[in-house]
């Protein structure tokens, strides 16, 4: 879907990026890590279902803190106080129009979300801490946060391993290894802020320490740990809430890792019920309308004996990039390598018969030849997966398709009328292990 419009706040320290998601009867403010970037988090499937998620019950309100993201920069040489943080929330809920509104807020956003309510208490409907710390530094009462000397050490492996990847090795050890997951998370992070002002940002946070302020909390408050965080011990999470007067607690086993990645279902699920006291229909929010687009290298078998193991590897390995390529540059999402060929999904039917012609171009030079099927039928996600029948009619409509041919069902033409993209009738077929007969289409090149 295309992402909603960016606006910015203005405070007397600069701009703040925000943007407005849903129209639900309840403002919630997502208060989020520093690796936050408002044009980059709605290039990743997960973080954009993540969002739409929330926005389902809510008008849902995202921003970049000032010195991150989209948002003008901090004064270098000093982080922003604790005062000009929560100030900061405050010039959203204005520029959004919010009188009141609940937080949810994960990781390092829990300061600042803390901080709010306990400063305005009048515009804070509610609160929600997800895997968040009171402070990072160790204390007497406090034996959850790090010794001085092991914090200095774990903020100096942070800030040298930002915008790498590296930090996925602490943060989400079984995401780690995932090349392209890894490519794209040292890219957000990158743009969410610049070397020097990771350094500051970073080191404002090992010295910020909000446990004073929790008793001033006014508003109802939930409170959710995982017990396998990289850096947050659970007694983080058991401070919070025994220190918050109205909070509820709730630990859950296994890793939060990433908000977005990690326990998501669940999680949102408790998140929606402590704010609406209503759960989402179970399934509802896993289909989504899309057109699958499929494609197979003809004569794949063939080519790889003539040319050899590696050199087909090789060939493979530059044919997916390729494809990748093409996909993304008509806004569609790239689900998985079938082996000899792609699965992918778009939210509008016209860019993917542009994107299928696009690759068939693009991959000729390798001296290949592919075949591709569309279909459009609602999909169910599986995490970065899709399925449902949808998926197999697409698979099918691309075995029936000849080489270097764009092969739809019946379903796609009426919803690119007006396009200007012309079809040829192939008349009706049978298609395996799918009921009934389908009419389908070749795309006129």
Not at 20 to 43: K, T
Not at 397 to 412: C, F, I, P, Q, Y
């Amino acid at each position: 879907m295309k992402p909603p419009p960016i606006h910015f706040a203005s405070s007397p320290e600069g701009k703040i990026a925000y943007q407005i998601v849903g129209d639900g009867p309840l403002d919630l403010v997502f208060v989020p890590p520093m690796r936050n970037n408002l044009d980059v988090v709605w290039e990743h499937p997960p973080l954009e279902r993540y969002f739409r998620r929330l926005a389902a019950f809510s008008r849902l309100i995202l921003f970049n803190q000032r010195g991150c993201g989209i948002s003008d920069p901090i004064r270098l040489g000093a982080p922003p106080t604790f005062e000009e943080v929560t100030m900061d929330l405050r010039w959203v809920l204005d520029a959004t129009r919010s009188e009141r509104a609940a937080f949810l807020a994960t990781d390092t956003g829990g300061m600042p979300a803390t901080l709010f309510a306990a400063t305005f208490p009048e515009r804070t409907l509610a609160l929600v801490l997800v895997d968040c710390v009171a402070t990072c530094r160790r204390a007497e009462d406090y034996p959850w946060g790090f010794p001085a000397g092991t914090l200095e050490r774990f903020t100096d492996a942070t800030l040298a391993g930002w915008g790498t990847g590296a930090n996925l090795h602490v943060m989400a050890p079984d995401l780690a290894r995932d090349e392209r997951f890894r490519d794209w998370f040292a890219r957000l992070e990158r743009l969410s802020m610049s070397p020097t002002t990771t350094e500051i940002m970073w080191r404002g946070v090992a010295a910020f320490d909000v446990r004073g302020i929790l008793p001033a909390i006014k508003a109802p408050a939930l409170v959710v740990s995982h017990a396998e965080m990289g850096w947050i011990r659970l007694g983080h999470g058991r401070y919070l809430a025994e220190h918050i007067p109205n909070a509820r607690y709730v630990e859950r086993p296994g890793s939060g890792g990433l908000f977005w990645m990690h326990d998501v279902d669940w999680t949102l699920d408790e998140v929606q019920t402590f704010l609406t006291g209503t759960r989402s229909a179970p399934g509802l929010d896993d289909r989504v309308l899309a057109t699958v687009l499929f494609t197979d290298i003809v004569g794949s078998t063939e080519r790889a004996a003539e040319i050899g193991d590696q050199r087909w590897r090789w060939l493979l390995d530059e044919h997916d990039a390729l494809v990748r390529c093409e996909i993304e540059r008509f806004r569609g999402r790239p689900v998985k390598s079938t082996g000899d060929g792609f699965l992918a999904t778009f939210d509008g039917a016209a860019r993917a018969i542009r994107c299928a012609l696009a690759l068939g171009e693009a991959v000729r030079p390798l001296g290949i030849d592919v075949r591709t099927g569309l279909h459009t039928g609602e999909i169910e996600l599986r995490g970065e997966d899709v399925g449902g029948i949808a998926v197999h009619i697409a698979a099918r409509v691309m075995a029936e398709a000849r080489a270097g041919e764009v092969l739809v069902s019946g379903a796609v033409p009426p919803l690119v009328a007006g396009s200007g993209i012309a079809f040829e009738d192939r008349g009706v077929r049978g298609l395996k292990g799918v009921p009934g007969e389908w009419r389908l289409f070749a795309v006129q090149i």
